[in-house]
């Protein structure tokens, strides 16, 4: 693993010499993933998340491109992305409890971010108890978390107020919770 | 109000709070201590959740990447699969989402197993055949039947072969898709007192309204009476139900064994081989996607997925001897189906414990 990531800097630092886009490719199909993981550790919207990860993609491109990188892109990356998703987080501090998602970013395992089995595991365990949530709730639950669509949307397709898919999913969440007992953040 | 607590914790995971709820949500969590837990509980596990659910639909994250980077060719290619496993000892519900595939916009990757083509062949009563292809606009068989039909009574058939697709307009105004490996027969000219067709296959109608000559579909052994309405009808002969999905309208499904009407929203299953009724409400984009060019499956056992994929592209799918139980595992997903097989397989196979084998036209399924 450290030696695949190894290559990979090393090919990335070769193209971002020549300044071939096809840079960007190579460290978007590494790392999109896990940088977002990353990042929603700190913001809470999905969107938000990928907003920063791809602000720093590109500035890390119109920046670097055209010279030798020196060092670890994956390490630098990685670090832009929680400064700026802390920054991001507090330029939203009107939309969210600043202190308290800070807290529960510094509870999470950031490692987790970059090891895609652990979260394969954790989704199944959680599809699995999907599964077991009364027929509105998953419903609410699928919409929002699988299929990334607003609560409107939801609330139209399920031809329920905003507010019930709100109720819906929350408790869905609660629910799950309690099925899949699990520790405060991850373990 | 109990449920207030839940509104503003999962409003709260979508950043949509205005300031005046974010400060309503703060003055309960400080002064109630259960509100307090059951907040902290919604919030962790809707990150938790996110978490794992995550990723999807990079293709449009990578086109808005690829849009600001200056001097930049590569292009993406439209490929979204969304897959959900579960194990088969707990019916358990899974989604994954599969990374879309990215190529250089110059060479196009060799297309070994594409998707299904535009392409049919139409046997008239007499006997004649013509193959219709994306020569022949498919609207314009009207026009073919009305000048070649011959007198005879025999109905004309419409079949579409694995690997193929059709779309076309009846005389009588209606239209039909028909999915791969399908057939649908019907008279020259609908003069009699109804329109009667013979579907095999699946097939997507659009009935045109007409209340004196009532449209009947006879497939796989039931009969669907319909004066005007949209709806699908799937009667593969290797599936063991005939499924009828209402989309608009009314349609009534009679079978052996008892009879069904359908309001737009529901569907009826028929088992042939227990002649037993089901009829059931279900999201309809899931049934008829496939019009669209869209793959699309809910909680569908993968042996059921790979029956799709096989007609689609003209392929055998089989499961290795020792992982025939991934013929249980239920998936939801939405795909292009004008994506390439490898591509579907490649990311279903990255994303899950399956592992495909293509040899040739033939695909074996095994566990990693």
Redesign the interface.
Known sequence: MGNALNDKDREISVLLGT?D??C??VI??AW??PM??CA??YL?????A?DVV?SV??SF??NRRGREFTGSVRAYLFAAVVKSSLKALRN?A????VD?EMQ?AEN?DPAADENAGI??T???R??????GLPGNQ?MA??Y?????M??RDVAREMGVSV?T???H???A??R??EIMD?A???P | MEDRIYELAAGYCEGRLSKRELRELEALLRTDGRARRIFTEIRQMDRHAKACAFPRDHERAWKRIEGRLAGNRIRGRRMRLAAAAASAACVALAILLLVPKFRDGGAPQARSIPPAENKAMLRLGDGRTIQLSEGISPDSLDNLLACKAPAVDAPCTITVARGGKYAFTLPDGSRVWLNSDSQISFPSDFSGAERAVQIRGEAFLEVAHDAQHPFIVDAGGGRIRVLGTRFNVSAYPEEGHVVTTLVEGSVEFRAPGGRAVLSPGEQSLWNRRDERFETRKVDIALYTSWVEGVFEFESMPMRQIALQLARWYDVEITFDRDAEYLGEYLFTGVTDRNANLEDILSKIAETTRMDFDVRGRTIVIHSK
């Open positions: 300044g886009p096809a960007m490719r978007f199909e999109y993933r977002c993981l929603m550790r809470p919207s999905v969107q938000d990928e791809q993609l590109l491109w119109n939203k009107g939309r969210y409890f308290l529960l999470s979260y394969e954790m989704r199944l959680l599809e699995a108890c999907i599964a998953r639950l699928v929002i978390v699988f299929r990334s607003p609560y507010n898919v709100k109720t999913y929350a408790r969440l609660a799950l919770r699990i405060p953040e991850h």
